[in-house]
């Protein structure tokens, strides 16, 4: 897929789009599920799709996760060696067309690692590596099945599962077999895995009962234990009753709302909710394109630093060192204005005076307008580039009819 015909898939809001779901249910995302069948199905299906750019944080931790995952097969180096790899991993991934967005590519380009990640960040995340790595038995690289052979479930780190009992299938981080002849199924998660309730995130939960339910049904006699561990907790559980039928009515549902091979329409399974504000697939999504273009900075009263999402018309583009700010009036022709938008940002979105376009998880400085929604945001804070939007995403689109 070409990024011209990612493009056009992405802004054709006015088109009704038919999905299909063509994959097993995938462990990592049921919690999706639950929130949303189309956010679900755009995100497992692969589908070509405007997405919002990742956070640094978030690439950081991809980064963090295959540095563990090798050196749980190499062995640990030295604390300094450990900084540099990560370093270097976070470097290829923010540098990848296909892991960041243009603009965190602009953004290593102008300002380098330190517009990104502080020192203070890769030296907490490279200890996060070595304790993690330290506390799991070594495993050489192997040359064992990655996937189920002989009908046993395989063992190591990053080994495949799936069952066509279940209708799943998925990766998981790592497999041990436990002295007694059961198995340990363990996932890394390098941000918290508590909520702020303390209750164990449900979409981990799901995850680690779906991988537990395709081990099960590989070897059914065996005892598997499920251990979470997160940047500063851990969470173990066994496959208990509890959660396995958690997980299968999870897997009902997803058969239910999604069969396999039928043709669904993306209005019958989009669900607005809060939830879309942490929606990465939101920039593709009709639904939501629709409601947000239909939304006003005025009838927004109540914003209590949520994600930022405008749409509306450009009235004014001024450029000024590679920089520019974006003049705007929304659908209620109130005005508004977005500064530090990378120059090279407005041409791949195509925003010229005139267009419709929306824009995604802007920053704002407004933080105390009591409670109104913001009129001024911002992309790359030139003054602190570490603070600046770095998921910023924008689009230009058609105007929604009211
Ligand atoms: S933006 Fe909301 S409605 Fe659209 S796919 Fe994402 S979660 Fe679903």
Known sequence: MNEGTAEAAANSLSTRRTLIRTKPASPSALGLLELCPLAYLMQTEGMPRKTIGQHPAALLGTAVHAVTSSMIATGIPTPQDVIDTVKKEFLKLAGDPARSSPFARWMLQRYGIEGFVTRRQLVERSAYVIGLASRLPHIPASRRATRAFDGKVPTGSERWLESEKSGAAGKVDLILRTPQGGLKIIDFKTGKIYEEDGQIKRAYILQMAGYARMAE?????????????????????????????????????????????????????????????????????????????????????????GSLDVAGQVAEIRVEAGLATLLFEDAGAARARIVGIPEAIVEEANLGVGREFHAYSLGTSEANRDGRFPRNFFVVDTALPGRSAFQATFAATERAST
């Open 217 to 305: 049904d590989l070897e059914p006699a065996a005892n598997l234990e499920l251990e979470l561990i997160g940047k500063t907790e851990t969470w173990c559980s066994p496959f208990n009753q509890e959660l396995r039928s958690m997980v299968d009515s999870v897997i009902a549902s997803l058969r239910l709302k999604l069969p396999l091979g039928r043709e669904i329409h993306d209005e019958q399974t989009a669900v607005l909710g809060e939830h879309c504000a942490r929606c990465s697939s939101r920039p593709s999504c009709r639904v939501y394109g629709t409601e947000l273009s239909r939304r006003t900075l005025a009838n927004r009263d109540t914003w209590n630093g």
